[in-house]
């Protein structure tokens, strides 16, 4: 037995196709969005590190006055050995270390979120914490803690850690002497050597870290629009949500159009004339003086339906009159509803007239018998 398999039905669900508007807006929804942690992390630790050098002095100034206040406190003043009192100075120590550090707390934090809303923008959505079942898929957990994007982050914190760790330690050789100096040191002197060590590994380790986040930045927009790629099938299934399947379309527009033929079918009979070709085209035309200023179409056809109205105009007893040129025109000129135009006023007038002379004698004949 020979099996015969469409290759097409494989290379259809390829996700080859750059995702729609609707699939990123979909995607956007549900959190699915193009984002860097790297990049953040990279702009808060470089913000903390240059506002912490402009903020030098003020901290040099706080840190100098707490140590002093504790030493003070706890060297001088013996009665602060009991449980109660440590208890509050250590609350006090710690409302005054907030306080120190609440700048370059608030700082990094403003810094954090404009970087998250310039990669993001404004985004409010649940469903990225609404539990799903198959995450507890323990064959699924294992997988993905051995993808690919596993392994990447692995790697990016190994770069990371040992980039960062040869920029400290090759910095801090070259500062051991001052260093080893901070012992004989006033309080501000060794705080402004710290700050001053701390700001320069700081910057080195956060340009560093800049870098390494565009680069990753990067990879991250690669695999975003990666992981948005359509199949064929999904874009057609899409197109169809979107415009309606054209198999119901067409049956809606059939059934329309039926509805149409119908309407326009119960019209016939009200017909003051038919005007036809004789064979290809029909049209039914009336003319009420109170309605419109001329006479109007009420039905047209050709073909198949111009027959369909010449047999209802002959069973409903409406005079029909062949005048080929004017049944042409009249077709492929005046929609159903409009009036003629004034151009074919007198051949129209002319036919009218003749069928009201012949419905006059038909109904002086009948009124004789």
Avoid: W
């Amino acid at each position: 037995m020979i099996l015969i398999i469409d290759l097409q039905l494989f290379a259809d669900q390829e996700k080859t196709e750059k995702a729609t508007p609707r699939k990123r807006k979909k995607s956007r929804e549900e959190g699915q969005v193009l984002f860097s942690k790297e990049v953040n992390t990279a702009f808060t630790l470089l913000a903390a590190f240059v506002l912490l050098f402009l903020l030098s002095n003020y901290y040099g100034s706080s840190i100098r006055m707490l140590t002093i206040n504790i030493y003070e406190d706890l060297m001088l003043d013996h009665s602060l050995y009991t449980i109660s009192n440590v208890h509050k100075l250590t609350a006090l120590l710690t409302v005054r270390l907030f306080i120190i550090i609440l700048p370059l707390a608030a700082s990094v934090l403003v810094v954090g979120v404009i970087c998250s809303y310039l990669q993001v923008g404004f985004l409010l959505t649940s469903k990225p914490l609404q539990p799903k079942l198959n995450k507890l898929s323990p064959i699924k957990g294992l997988k993905k803690l051995f993808s690919m994007e596993k392994i990447v982050e692995l790697i990016k914190s190994l770069v990371k850690i040992i980039f960062i760790s040869y920029i400290v330690y090759f910095y801090l050789v070259g500062q051991l002497e001052a260093i080893f100096s901070l012992t004989s040191l006033e309080v501000e002197q060794t705080v402004e050597i710290i700050i001053g060590i701390t700001f320069n590994i700081g910057i080195r380790a956060g340009i560093l870290l800049v870098i390494l986040g565009i680069l990753d930045y990067i990879y991250q927009k690669y695999e975003y629009e990666k992981k948005l790629k359509m199949s064929k099938q999904e874009v057609k299934d899409e197109q169809k949500q979107i415009e309606g399947d054209p198999k119901i379309k067409s049956k809606i527009r059939q059934k329309q159009m039926q509805i149409s033929m119908r309407r326009m079918m119960d019209e016939v009979p009200k017909a003051d004339v038919i005007v036809t070709n004789p064979t290809h085209y029909a049209v039914a035309l009336k003319y009420s003086p109170g309605e419109y200023a001329a006479p109007y179409v009420l039905a047209k056809g050709q073909n198949i339906v111009a027959q369909n109205i010449k047999k209802i105009a002959t069973e409903k007893g409406v005079q029909m009159v062949e005048n080929k040129y004017l049944a042409k025109t009249l077709y492929h000129t005046v929609n159903i509803g409009d009036a003629i135009p004034p151009e074919l006023y007198e051949s129209v007038a002319e036919i009218l007239a003749y069928v009201y002379q012949m419905n006059a004698t038909r109904r002086g004949g009948a009124s004789n018998e």
